[in-house]
């Protein structure tokens, strides 16, 4: 069984910067294609950025695009996405999740076989 956890979240003010990580264990990453999600209060999920199995392709909501970078460590199990000028709609609960399937997608709940606790990023002056 495959247990996600992500880390990194936290209170940044407008322009600033956080680093997310989604480590996993119970079996290893090298098969799965990740995404990462994001909730706010009153709004659906939706997808932020993912990354295939083999790390070669990414994919990024247009919201996001030259902001956020996914990288993946498939030795350390980890897969990391790193915020950068960070506003106040990027607030919200985020969650990695994990496909078995080389390709990834922004699609959400139905496309991942498993899903993190999520760790809260609030953007606020």
């Known amino acids: 069984q495959l247990q996600l956890v992500e880390s990194g979240g936290g209170l940044v003010q407008p322009g600033g910067s956080l680093r997310l990580s989604c480590t996993a264990s119970?079996?290893?990453?090298?098969?799965?294609?990740i995404g990462w999600f994001r909730q706010a209060p009153g709004k659906e999920r939706e997808g932020v950025s993912c990354?295939?199995?083999?790390?070669?392709?990414?994919k990024y909501a247009d919201s996001v695009k030259g902001r956020f970078t996914i990288s993946r460590d498939n030795p350390k199990n980890m897969v990391v996405l790193q915020m950068n000028s960070l506003k106040p709609e990027d607030t919200g609960v985020y969650f990695c999740?994990?496909?078995?399937?080389?390709?990834?997608?922004?699609?959400?709940?139905?496309?991942?076989?498993?899903w993190g606790q999520g760790t809260q990023v609030t953007v606020s002056s």
């Open positions: 999740a994990a496909r078995k399937f080389s390709e990834c997608t922004l699609r959400g709940k139905y496309e991942y076989d498993y």
């Open positions: 990354i295939s199995s083999g790390g070669g392709r990414t």
């Open positions: 119970g079996l290893t990453l090298d098969y799965y294609a």
